[in-house]
C-alpha cells in the first residue's frame, strides 16, 4: 500500500456523497460522521479508523470502476464510525492479556452492526452479525468476545476468516493497525481528535440518540439506546472509599490538637495553661475562677 494522503477533490466529493447518505440514514450520528477525519489510503482495499478519528480510505473504493455505490459507502461509514462512538480501542485494551485481536474484531463488528441493521442500513452481504456465529442480537462486544474465545466457537471464527479476509478496522477499533496509519509516524496530515474532544462528540450523539428514542417513533434501536445511558450516566462513586478518605483526612487535620476543657483540673496534677506542671492547684483555680480579680 502507498502512503497515506489527503483526499484529491473528486475523492472528497465522493466522500461527502455517502456522508450525507449516512446522516439521512441515521441523523443523530451527523456530528460523529463530520468529527471522523478522512484521508485517502491507497491500497487498503477497505476503511479503517485510528484511535485519533482519522478515517482511511482507500480511493478506489470512492471513485473509478471498482467504486462501491454510494449507499454502501454510507453504510461502511456508519460501521467505522460506530467502532470510535463505543470507544472499541479503549474497551479491548482492558481485556486480558493476551488479546486476541481477530476475535475482537469479529464481536466488535457484531455489536455494531446488530443496530445498523435494526436501523434499516443497508449492510454490504456477508457481515458479520451476532446470528453469524449463533449468538443473540442485543449483547455487548465483551460478551461476544467472550464466547468466540471458546475453542469451539473460535472455529466459526477460522471459517469466516477464510470467507471475509478481513483486515480488520484499524487501532481505532481495537485492531492492530492497518498500513500506513498516521499514528507515531510523524507525518502530520491531519491532527485527529484528542481523547477530551472525541468524549465530547460521544456524549453529544448519546444525547441526540436518546431525543431520537424519545419521540416514540422506534428511530434508535435499542443497543444504541443502552449505549446512550451508559455515556450520559453520572459517574459511579465509590462511596465506602470516599468515606474512608473523609475519615483519614479529619483524623490528619486532628492529630496534634488539644481539646481544650473548662472543668476543674485535677488536684494531683495540676497544669498551667502553657502545658507546663506549675505550682498549687488551689492558686491556680484562684486565679481562673470565675469572678476572682486576677482571673482573665
Given at each position: 500500500?502507498?502512503?497515506?494522503?489527503?483526499?484529491?477533490?473528486?475523492?472528497?466529493?465522493?466522500?461527502?456523497?455517502?456522508?450525507?447518505?449516512?446522516?439521512?440514514?441515521?441523523?443523530?450520528?451527523?456530528?460523529?460522521?463530520?468529527?471522523?477525519?478522512?484521508?485517502?489510503?491507497?491500497?487498503?482495499?477497505?476503511?479503517?479508523?485510528?484511535?485519533?478519528?482519522?478515517?482511511?480510505?482507500?480511493?478506489?473504493?470512492?471513485?473509478?470502476?471498482?467504486?462501491?455505490?454510494?449507499?454502501?459507502?454510507?453504510?461502511?461509514?456508519?460501521?467505522?464510525?460506530?467502532?470510535?462512538?463505543?470507544?472499541?480501542?479503549?474497551?479491548?485494551?482492558?481485556?486480558?492479556?493476551?488479546?486476541?485481536?481477530?476475535?475482537?474484531?469479529?464481536?466488535?463488528?457484531?455489536?455494531?452492526?446488530?443496530?445498523?441493521?435494526?436501523?434499516?442500513?443497508?449492510?454490504?452481504?456477508?457481515?458479520?452479525?451476532?446470528?453469524?456465529?449463533?449468538?443473540?442480537?442485543?449483547?455487548?462486544?465483551?460478551?461476544y468476545y467472550d464466547y468466540l474465545?471458546?475453542?469451539?466457537?473460535?472455529?466459526?471464527?477460522?471459517?469466516?476468516?477464510?470467507?471475509?479476509?478481513?483486515?480488520?478496522?484499524?487501532?481505532?477499533?481495537?485492531?492492530?493497525?492497518?498500513?500506513?496509519?498516521?499514528?507515531?509516524?510523524?507525518?502530520?496530515?491531519?491532527?485527529?481528535?484528542?481523547?477530551?474532544?472525541?468524549?465530547?462528540?460521544?456524549?453529544?450523539?448519546?444525547?441526540?440518540?436518546?431525543?431520537?428514542?424519545?419521540?416514540?417513533?422506534?428511530?434508535?434501536?435499542?443497543?444504541?439506546?443502552?449505549?446512550?445511558?451508559?455515556?450520559?450516566?453520572?459517574?459511579?462513586?465509590a462511596w465506602d472509599r470516599l468515606?474512608?478518605?473523609?475519615?483519614?483526612?479529619?483524623?490528619?487535620?486532628?492529630?496534634?490538637?488539644?481539646?481544650?476543657?473548662?472543668?476543674?483540673?485535677?488536684?494531683?496534677?495540676?497544669?498551667?495553661r502553657d502545658g507546663r506542671s506549675?505550682?498549687?492547684?488551689?492558686?491556680?483555680?484562684?486565679?481562673?475562677?470565675?469572678?476572682?480579680?486576677?482571673?482573665?
Open positions: 500500500m502507498s502512503g497515506v494522503r489527503e483526499l484529491e477533490p473528486v475523492e472528497m466529493r465522493a466522500f461527502r456523497l455517502a456522508r450525507l447518505v449516512s446522516a439521512e440514514q441515521m441523523p443523530y450520528f451527523m456530528r460523529a460522521l463530520f468529527a471522523a477525519q478522512p484521508v485517502a489510503a491507497p491500497g487498503l482495499g477497505t476503511f479503517a479508523v485510528d484511535a485519533r478519528w482519522r478515517l482511511y480510505l482507500d480511493p478506489d473504493l470512492l471513485v473509478g470502476p471498482c467504486a462501491w455505490p454510494v449507499p454502501m459507502v454510507g453504510a461502511v461509514l456508519l460501521h467505522e464510525v460506530g467502532h470510535l462512538l463505543r470507544a472499541h480501542a479503549d474497551r479491548a485494551a482492558a481485556l486480558a492479556k493476551p488479546i486476541d485481536h481477530l476475535v475482537w474484531n469479529f464481536a466488535a463488528d457484531a455489536e455494531i452492526n446488530d443496530d445498523l441493521l435494526a436501523a434499516g442500513v443497508s449492510l454490504p452481504e456477508g457481515v458479520i452479525t451476532p446470528q453469524s456465529f449463533g449468538c443473540l442480537s442485543g449483547d455487548t462486544a465483551e460478551q474465545r471458546d475453542p469451539i466457537a473460535h472455529q466459526t471464527v477460522t471459517e469466516l476468516v477464510g470467507a471475509e479476509g478481513d483486515p480488520g478496522c484499524g487501532s481505532g477499533s481495537g485492531c492492530p493497525v492497518v498500513p500506513g496509519e498516521l499514528i507515531g509516524s510523524g507525518e502530520v496530515i491531519t491532527e485527529g481528535l484528542d481523547n477530551a474532544e472525541a468524549d465530547l462528540v460521544r456524549r453529544s450523539i448519546a444525547q441526540a440518540v436518546r431525543e431520537a428514542a424519545g419521540t416514540g417513533r422506534g428511530s434508535a434501536p435499542a443497543g444504541l439506546v443502552r449505549w446512550a445511558a451508559d455515556v450520559l450516566a453520572p459517574p459511579t462513586v468515606l474512608r478518605a473523609v475519615i483519614r483526612r479529619a483524623l490528619a487535620e486532628q492529630a496534634g490538637r488539644t481539646n481544650y476543657s473548662y472543668s476543674r483540673p485535677s488536684r494531683r496534677r495540676p497544669r498551667c506549675g505550682g498549687s492547684s488551689q492558686s491556680w483555680w484562684h486565679s481562673t475562677r470565675p469572678g476572682s480579680d486576677s482571673g482573665v
